[in-house]
């Protein structure tokens, strides 16, 4: 069976002002968000509900105040890259972002965003919509 949708950190912990400029890049050895982790991903709002073992997980992780990279990916494969925020943080985002332990979402839910703090603050192309999550997350009966 394929990996499916999942959410890797990079391999060394790349900082998230070289990702733009990355023609190639390592994951990590294990996805920091697999899709055994996810109970449900709702599609209009990109909120996932998490287990809370893989929640836990994402709390435990070091994000400093100008973030921290990750990738999202279907059966390995990059689709786009993004930065866990912390919504303490006084620096502006032009990029998908996670942010972490925000106030407006669930218990054990994470928002996949446009642009830190707001989506003003984005530009381009929003990729969360890709048609090969949305089918992953289909075949797997984890979309909503």
Not at 51 to 61: G, I, M, Q, S, V
């Amino acid at each position: 069976m394929s990996e499916g949708f999942a959410i890797y950190l990079t391999k060394d912990d790349i900082p998230v002002q070289q990702m733009p400029a990355l023609s190639h890049l390592e994951l990590a050895d294990e996805p920091s968000i697999s899709r055994d982790d996810i109970i449900w991903y709702f599609q209009d709002t990109h909120e996932i509900e998490l287990t809370p073992e893989a929640y836990e997980r994402l709390e435990a992780l070091e994000i400093r105040t100008f973030g921290k990279s990750f990738v999202v990916c279907v059966d390995k494969q990059p689709v786009y890259w993004g930065a866990f925020w912390v919504s303490y943080s006084s620096q502006s985002f032009d990029g998908i972002t996670i942010q972490m332990k925000p106030t407006f979402v669930e218990e054990n839910r994470i928002k996949i965003s446009r642009g830190f703090p707001s989506d003003a603050f984005a530009s381009g192309e929003d990729p969360r919509s890709n048609p090969e999550i949305k089918a992953s997350l289909e075949k797997a009966g984890k979309l909503k």
